[in-house]
Nanobody
């Protein structure tokens, strides 16, 4: 069964770093654009970062630009989100998503048709 499984979320102090991982079954990884989105309590889900199927194209939300880096290892069917200089406002459930219809990424979450279960990131001040 096709699935995405996130890991790496935990409690961290402001200014710290985390690396999230998203392991995908092969059927929903090869040739697909991938993305990270997040949802904080009481807020709508928002775009964080997306990456093309080969990895040459990335887009970041302004709020994380310069602090977060999305990458992928196609040999391992895994996409990563390296998060540095974390802030309390980064606290959210982070979701990995795959877009089966595109190799070039888009930032609208509604265009992604596979989603993981989410991993909690909490940044304390």
């Amino acid at each position: 069964q096709a699935q995405l499984v996130e890991s790496g979320g935990r409690l961290v102090q402001a200014g710290g770093s985390l690396r999230l991982s998203c392991a995908a079954s092969g059927r929903i990884f090869t040739g697909y654009a991938m993305g990270w989105f997040r949802q904080a309590p009481g807020k709508e889900r928002e775009f964080v970062a997306v990456i093309s199927a080969i990895g040459g194209i990335t887009h970041y939300a302004d709020s994380v630009k310069g602090r977060f880096t999305i990458s992928r290892d196609n040999a391992k069917n895994t996409v990563y989100l390296q998060m540095n200089s974390l802030k309390p406002e980064d606290t959210a459930v982070y979701y990995c998503a795959a877009d089966s219809r595109r190799s070039r990424p888009v930032v609208r979450g509604t265009e992604y048709d596979y989603w993981g279960q989410g991993t909690q990131v909490t940044v304390s001040s």
